[in-house]
C-alpha cells in the first residue's frame, strides 16, 4: 500500500499495481486530473481526516499501461529511422 502526494507516486503505485492514498488537496491539480481521467481512476473512500482512497481495477490499469507504451514504442520507432 502506498500513502503519497506526487504524481510519479501515483504512477508507481499503478506501475506495482498497488492500492493508494493521496491528500484531498492535492487531487485538485491538473496533472492529478489528466493523470485520473488517462487511466479511469475513481476514488474508492474518503476520510474525514481529507486523505482519498484508490483502489483500481488493475485488470484494466494494466491494460492501459500496456496500450500507452506500445503508442510510445511505435511514436520512438517510427521517428528515430
Known amino acids: 500500500y502506498v500513502v503519497t502526494n506526487s504524481v510519479h507516486g501515483i504512477l508507481f503505485s499503478l506501475i506495482f499495481n498497488k492500492n493508494f492514498t493521496v ?16 487511466y479511469g481512476l475513481n476514488v474508492y473512500s474518503e476520510t474525514e481526516e481529507n486523505l482519498i482512497h484508490f483502489s483500481p481495477d488493475y485488470f484494466v490499469i494494466n491494460k492501459k499501461i500496456k496500450e500507452l507504451r506500445d503508442s510510445s514504442l511505435s511514436f520512438l520507432k517510427e521517428n528515430v529511422k
Open 23 to 38: 491528500p484531498k488537496n492535492v487531487v485538485g491539480g491538473t496533472r492529478f486530473k489528466d493523470l485520473f481521467n488517462t
